[in-house]
C-alpha cells in the first residue's frame, strides 16, 4: 500500500480522499453494539404483540383516521370499480398517513419502494411520501446535537447549515464544517420520535388484524405481517450508532469481495451517538443524471453491472446488502463508483438464510424448482413444514409457464386471482430480508431504464451469473456442496420467462413494452368487470 493511500482502505471501500482515518477496533461509539442490536430484536416482538386493550395513547386517533379512509371509500370510491376505486382507497389513506405523522410516513416511503409487490395506484399516491417533510426548527436541531454530543455547537462546527438539505421522517439532514476543516454530513433525528414510532407500533399491531381481507388494494400484504416487517425495519434505524456500525460491515463486505466500485462514506470516529451521525460528505451525479454521467465519461451499463454484481454477493456470500436503494440513497461518482448513503435499512442474512439465499439464486439461474421452493422455506416465506410437492402441484409449476402475453386479459385476471388464493391457503410471506432484497432488485430494475435500456438482459445475466460463478467456485463448492461446473445457467428458461422468440435477444425496452401489453390487457378486464358489476347494482335497484 502506497504511502499517499488511506490506511483505513484495507477495512472498506471508501474514498480515497479521506477527511479521516477509520480504525474499527477503535472507535468511541462502537462498544456494545452487538448487544444493543440483539436487544432491538428482541423488542420487536414486544411491540408488535397485540394485547387484549388497545394502547390509549395514539390507537384512537389511528383508528378513527384509518376507519374514515375506509368509510369514505366505502361509500364513494369503491362501486365505481377497476382502478378508480383503487385509486380512490390510495388517495385516502395516504392522506390519514400524511396526518398521522413521522411512523406512517416511513410506512408509505417503504410503500412506495414497492413497485411489482403493491398496485401501481398506491405505489403512485404514496411516492408523495417521499417529498420533503416540513423540518424541525433549528432550535430543535441544535438542542439535539449538543445533548448527544455533549458540547456547544459552535465548538464542534466551524459552519453548519441552519436549514437542511433533506427532511425526512426519522431525521434531517444538515451539511457542516468541522472546527479541523473537514466538509461533513450531520444527520439529526427529530425530537420525540423514537418515542412516538414505539406507540405507533404498537397501535399498529392492534388495528392490524381487524383489516385483514378488508383491503382489496393489498391482498397478499397482509397487514399484521406487513406490521412486523416495518418494526424490524423502523426499530435498527432509530439508533444512528447501528447505522454507523451498518456502514463499517458493508464497506469491509465490499473491500473482502473486491468491489472497489462502490464506496460508503466514513462515520467520524467520535461523533456518532443514538441521534447524531456525523459523516464524510460525498458528492456525484444523480441516478438521472444521464447527459451528466457521459459527459464525464463514466460508462452507464458498467454501473448497472457492477451493481448487480456485488448486489447479489453481498447477500450470497457475505448475508449482508444496503436494504434502501433509491435515487436519493446514491449517486455516481465522476469516475464511475457508485458512492452509496443512508445505511438505517440494511439487510442481515444469518446463516441459514444466507444458505438459502445463495441456494434461491443458483436454483432461479438454473431453473432447479425444488432448489428455490426449498430455499424460499427456509428464509420464511413458507412453513417449515410445507409440502414442496404439493406446492409444485398446486401451482403447475412442473410445467411451462404460460406466456402472459398470449393470454387475454380475463385469463390472466382469473390466473393472478387463482395465485393469490393459493399463495394465501399456503400461508405465503414476505419476510423482511426477502422484502428489502425484492425492493431493492425492482430499483435495479427501474434504474436500467435510465442508465441501459438497450443492455441485452439475456447476455447480461450470463455474464453475470458467469462471473460469480468464476470468482466465488471454492465458496459455492463448499456452502452448496456442488461443483459450480454443475452450475449451468438455464437461458432457455430466462428467455421464455423475459418473452424472447427463438433465441432472439431482449433488451429493457422490449421488456418494458411487454410489461406496458399485459397490464393494458389487465386493466381492461378489470374495467370491463367494473362495468358489469356496476350494471348489475343499478338493474338489482330497478327490480
Not at 292 to 310: F, K, L
Not at 355 to 381: E, K, P, V, W, Y
Not at 447 to 467: C, K, M, R, V
Request: aromatic share 6%.
Amino acid at each position: 500500500m502506497s504511502p499517499t493511500t488511506p490506511a483505513d482502505l484495507a477495512h472498506g471501500s471508501f474514498t480515497d480522499d479521506a477527511p479521516w482515518l477509520l480504525d474499527p477496533a477503535a472507535l468511541a461509539w462502537s462498544a456494545g453494539l452487538g448487544e444493543l442490536r440483539a436487544q432491538v430484536r428482541t423488542s420487536v416482538p414486544v411491540l408488535t404483540r397485540r394485547r387484549r386493550v388497545p394502547p390509549a395513547t395514539r390507537f384512537f386517533g389511528t383508528a378513527v383516521r384509518l376507519m374514515w379512509a375506509l368509510g369514505l371509500w366505502y361509500l364513494i370510491d369503491r362501486r365505481k370499480g377497476g382502478n378508480t376505486s383503487r385509486a380512490g382507497l390510495s388517495r385516502r389513506l395516504r392522506e390519514q398517513f400524511t396526518e398521522l405523522g413521522p411512523t406512517y410516513i416511513k410506512l408509505g416511503q417503504i410503500i412506495s419502494s414497492g413497485e411489482g409487490l403493491f398496485p401501481p395506484e398506491l405505489i403512485d399516491e404514496f411516492k408523495q411520501c417521499r417529498d420533503k417533510m416540513p423540518p424541525e426548527t433549528f432550535t430543535a436541531v441544535r438542542r439535539v446535537v449538543e445533548e448527544d454530543l455533549g458540547r456547544p455547537l459552535e465548538e464542534l462546527f466551524a459552519e453548519f447549515d441552519e436549514a437542511p438539505v433533506a427532511a425526512a421522517s426519522i431525521a434531517q439532514v444538515h451539511f457542516a464544517r468541522l472546527r479541523s476543516g473537514e466538509e461533513v454530513v450531520v444527520k439529526v433525528q427529530r425530537p420525540s420520535v423514537a418515542r412516538l414510532v414505539r406507540e405507533d407500533i404498537r397501535a399498529m399491531a392492534w388495528i392490524a388484524p381487524f383489516m385483514v381481507g378488508r383491503i382489496p388494494i393489498a391482498a397478499l400484504a397482509n397487514p399484521p405481517v406487513l406490521v412486523d416487517v416495518f418494526a424490524e425495519t423502523i426499530a435498527e434505524e432509530l439508533d444512528f450508532r447501528l447505522e454507523g456500525e451498518n456502514m463499517l460491515d458493508v464497506a469491509r463486505m465490499m473491500a473482502e469481495l473486491g468491489q472497489r466500485n462502490w464506496v460508503v462514506a466514513r462515520p467520524h470516529p467520535e461523533l456518532v451517538t443514538a441521534r447524531v451521525l456525523v459523516m464524510e460528505r460525498l458528492s456525484g451525479f444523480k441516478i438521472d443524471d444521464i447527459v451528466g454521467m457521459r459527459n464525464a465519461g463514466v460508462d452507464t451499463e458498467d454501473v448497472i453491472r457492477t451493481a448487480m454484481i456485488s448486489f447479489l454477493e453481498g447477500a450470497m456470500f457475505h448475508g449482508i446488502f444496503h436494504g434502501d436503494l433509491h435515487g436519493g440513497n446514491l449517486f455516481i461518482r465522476p469516475d464511475g463508483r457508485i458512492a452509496l448513503m443512508d445505511f438505517g435499512m440494511t439487510g442481515r442474512l444469518d446463516d441459514r438464510q444466507r444458505l438459502a439465499f445463495l441456494s434461491l439464486l443458483i436454483g432461479a439461474a438454473t431453473n432447479d424448482l425444488r432448489r428455490q421452493l426449498a430455499a424460499l422455506r427456509d428464509l420464511g416465506a413458507l412453513d417449515d413444514d410445507v409440502d414442496l410437492d404439493e406446492v409444485i402441484t398446486a401451482f403447475n409449476l412442473d410445467r411451462p409457464p404460460p406466456d402472459l402475453a398470449k393470454m387475454s386479459g380475463e385469463e390472466m385476471v382469473a390466473e393472478l386471482q387463482q395465485t393469490v388464493k393459493q399463495l394465501l391457503a399456503f400461508g405465503a410471506r414476505l419476510p423482511k430480508v426477502l422484502m428489502l432484497f425484492v425492493k431493492d432488485m425492482l430499483f435495479i430494475d427501474g434504474a436500467i431504464l435510465h442508465l441501459a435500456p438497450d443492455i441485452d438482459l439475456l447476455g447480461e445475466i450470463a455474464t453475470i451469473a458467469s462471473t460469480i460463478t468464476d470468482r466465488r467456485r471454492d465458496v459455492i463448492a463448499r456452502d452448496m456442496g456442488v461443483s459450480p461446473d454443475e452450475l449451468v445457467v438455464d437461458i432457455d428458461s430466462i428467455a421464455a420467462v423475459l418473452g424472447a422468440q427463438d433465441g432472439g435477444t431482449v433488451s429493457y425496452r422490449d421488456l418494458q413494452q411487454r410489461r406496458k401489453e399485459i397490464q393494458s390487457k389487465m386493466e381492461s378486464q378489470r374495467e370491463s368487470g367494473a362495468r358489469k358489476e356496476l350494471r348489475r347494482t343499478l338493474l338489482g335497484r330497478r327490480r
